[in-house]
């Protein structure tokens, strides 16, 4: 028989049991919510982060991009400053050198500034450079001359050629040539032996120089007389298959060419600030120099990968014979 109050004391134990689990699913429930709620807000707050980073990030790739334009259009501006700056320089070298040539060639200057033109291909040198070393031994070579400015004007051209093919030949340095020709102008031979011609640099090797000549030649040759000893010196120098091997060079080798190509450059650098160029010649002449300069690379770098290919070929055949 079931013992009704038993029962009912245990139907209220089991009501309230019930009722406390109903209580802690709610507050598990409103926990849930708070952890939903917490989540959107941490969600929403992490969504901003990112917003905010990105926001950065492209702020700062923008800024970079900036900054990149503004650093390259400075670095352009600076080079063409230089530019500018440089063909004022060599132009400003140029108005002193004519000044000097002008002043020592007088109705000639014109004829010294056409072989200063050409000097690019003659002589591998810019006009300037080559307006410097005229200026160098001129005088002398005038007074030797009695002040004939056209022959003068004709043998300093010859003894600036001859002074770059010796240089070229040789392999002197063409400042030490153009010390030793400058020194023979004041009748100081002892840098004849910088040429390298076979003559020690004393005042009696030049005589023997003179008299080696004379034999070529059947011409008699005085050392007092500066154009005598450079006549001379091109005697020999032709006798020994120097002469005329700058041009050549020019044409042909490697370093002929960028040595013409160089002079051409500071000639259209020079030309820029003349108002009597011709900048379409001079630009013509930097072109013409730097297609010969590629004719002259590109032979050689083609023999320097057939060299590579043959050495890893017998690098490989090394290895695996051994």
């Known amino acids: 028989m079931i013992d009704l109050g038993k029962l009912s004391a245990k139907v209220e134990i089991d009501t309230n049991k019930a009722t406390k689990d109903l209580n802690n699913f709610g507050k598990s429930t409103d926990e849930g919510k708070k952890g939903v709620s917490d989540l959107g807000k941490e969600t929403e707050n992490t969504s901003g982060k990112v917003n905010m980073f990105g926001q950065v990030l492209k702020a700062n790739l923008v800024s970079k991009a900036i900054t990149t334009a503004v650093s390259g259009l400075i ?13 004022i320089q060599k132009y400003a070298d140029y108005e002193q050198l004519i000044g000097g040539v002008e002043t020592l ?4 200057a014109d004829k010294v500034s056409k ?20 200026t160098g031994f001129s005088a002398s070579l ?20 001859d002074m770059s093919d010796n240089a070229n030949k040789m392999g002197t340095s063409m400042e030490s040539i153009q010390n030793a020709y400058q020194g023979f102008a004041k009748q100081n031979y002892t840098m004849l ?18 008299a080696d000549a004379e034999k ?53 650098l020079i030309g820029l600030g003349r108002t009597d160029s011709d900048i379409s010649k001079l630009v013509s002449n930097v072109v013409n120099s730097a297609i010969t300069v590629v004719k002259n690379v590109v032979p050689v770098v083609g023999q320097i990968f057939v060299g590579l290919k043959e050495a890893v070929k017998v690098g490989i055949e090394s290895i695996a014979t051994n």
């Open 193 to 210: 032996d910088n040429l390298k011609l076979g003559y020690g640099g004393t005042k009696e090797e030049m005589k023997r120089l003179l």
């Open 216 to 268: 070529l030649t059947g011409v008699k040759y005085d050392i007092s007389n500066l154009n005598d000893v450079y006549s001379a010196i091109h005697v020999i120098q032709t006798e020994l298959g120097i002469t005329g091997t700058t041009a050549k060079e020019a044409e042909t080798t490697i370093s002929g060419s960028i040595n013409s190509l160089k002079a051409s450059w500071e000639n259209l």
């Open 115 to 134: 072989y200063a033109d050409e000097a690019y291909k003659t002589a591998g040198l810019s006009a300037n450079a080559y307006m410097e070393t005229v």
């Open 142 to 161: 005038l007074q030797s001359l009695n002040g004939d400015t056209e022959k003068a004007a004709d043998a300093a051209n010859q003894a600036i050629i």
């Open 75 to 87: 670095s352009n501006i600076k080079l063409i400053g230089d530019a500018f700056v440089g063909v």
């Open 105 to 108: 060639f007088k109705d000639s």
